[in-house]
């Protein structure tokens, strides 16, 4: 990652939302608020900050975040490919659809009409686009991943998605993180240290902790316990 004050970050925050039809979609309650607090405190601290968002109110505070909007899995891997390779460190914050409608001629041209039998949603999965870009990232850019898990395997389950993602870090929550106001999590490195939130903070409180553990792990100073 370059030095200077001016470093790129690019962060995606938010859900997809996956067509249906016209008017329905495939989701998940991810309020974006977790990336939008990033992405005002990364800019606070210098940084040139691109911020990819979903289909959510949350909005950055601070004027120099340039936003670029998406809806689906699609819309957001386009972006990404365009945005990328000048970024010195992605955040993947996107609560990114894990699956989605396949594409269905019934059902694409308008809207659906409701009848009295049953139907059956037919889905396919959605490409890792986390995987996909860091697969193909450039030397010295900084990959980072969010896992949501369940507590009971919350360790693990991080763990195995820094490695399959190939990413520099994984923050690791609850489930419970989602809509909530505040953050306890875990943050595992790709050179097996770790590090913890000191208790429960609040999302604003741990976007700042969070870009200067990000900024110093970046450029090689962190300072971290080993697991
Ligand atoms: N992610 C992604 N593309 C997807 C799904 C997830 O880029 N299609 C990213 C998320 O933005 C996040 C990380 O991968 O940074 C982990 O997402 P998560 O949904 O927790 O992981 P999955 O790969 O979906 O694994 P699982 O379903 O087993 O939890």
């Known amino acids: 990652m370059s030095q200077n004050s001016q470093r790129r970050l690019l962060i995606t925050a938010g859900p997809t939302h996956e067509p249906i039809d016209a008017v329905r979609f495939v989701g998940n309650r991810s309020s974006g608020r977790m990336g939008v607090a990033l992405a005002d405190a990364a800019a606070g601290l210098g940084w040139r900050v691109t911020l990819l968002l979903g289909p959510v109110a949350a909005r950055p505070l601070h004027a120099g975040v340039v936003v670029r909007h998406f809806r689906t899995c699609e819309d957001l891997r386009t972006l990404l490919g365009e ?16 699956y989605r409608p396949r594409p269905n001629a019934a059902m694409s041209g308008g809207k659906f009409r ?11 999965a959605t490409p890792d686009l986390l995987a996909e870009v860091s697969a193909n990232r450039k030397p010295g850019q900084f990959f980072v991943g969010f896992a949501l898990e369940p507590k009971a395997e919350l360790l693990e389950s991080a763990r195995a998605k820094l490695v399959r993602k190939k990413v520099d870090m994984v923050v690791a929550n609850g489930l419970e993180t989602m809509d909530s106001e505040t953050v306890e999590a875990t943050i595992l490195f790709a050179d097996g240290g770790r590090m913890d939130t000191a208790g429960v903070m609040s999302k604003p409180e741990f976007a700042v902790w969070l870009m200067g553990v990000i900024g110093a792990a970046g450029s090689g100073t962190g300072l971290r316990t080993e697991d």
């Open 114 to 124: 409701r009848t009295n039998a049953p139907m059956t949603l037919e889905l396919e």
């Open 83 to 98: 945005e990328v390779s000048r970024a010195d460190a992605l955040v993947m914050a996107a609560a990114v659809a894990d």
